[in-house]
């Protein structure tokens, strides 16, 4: 589970990289270390560790999974973190389907579509805090939709 939840906040650190300053990783015991995300040039999670190397691929940081305690975004007061997100009255529904996703309530202007790689599919429009998306094209699978800091889980069969 906390495998899954470090990698959900690293997609929207992936997402929200022209808007945040840092990345900022709390162990469960110890002192924060932030690196600037203009310094990150990759991350990589493997299933004990999350490793973060500058663009020119030199390990900036390492923590091992069980002691990381919290990652975070930012440098003020104003830090968003994958704790704070409040619940959304948004709902994603049918949830698995077969062919199309509704979005409601979203208040967004777009959702963005992620594989389980992190890779984005597709950025979708919100009009009017609704939309459709067609994933018919998709492979049975897990999706990941992202709407403002909210990650939904999305089965396509």
């Given amino acids: ?41 990759k991350l990589k999670l493997t299933n004990d560790s999350l490793f973060v190397y500058s663009h020119s691929n030199v390990l900036l940081g390492k923590n091992a999974l069980v002691d990381v305690g919290r990652i975070r975004f930012g440098e003020s007061s104003e830090i968003m973190s994958i704790d704070d997100v409040t619940p959304s009255q948004c709902r994603v529904y049918p949830n698995p389907t077969h062919d199309m996703l509704m979005i409601d309530n979203a208040d967004a202007e777009r959702a963005h579509l992620f594989n389980l790689n992190g890779q984005l599919i597709e950025t979708i429009s919100i009009l009017d805090e609704k939309a459709c998306i067609n994933i018919t094209q998709l492979s049975a699978g897990e999706y990941l939709l992202l709407i403002n800091s909210k990650v939904y889980k999305v089965i396509k069969q």
């Fill in 1 to 41: 589970m906390k495998k899954k939840l470090i990698y959900l906040t690293l997609l929207v650190v992936s997402v929200s990289a022209m808007a945040e300053t840092a990345l900022v990783i709390k162990p469960v015991s110890g002192q924060e270390q932030a690196t600037l995300l203009s310094q990150i040039g």
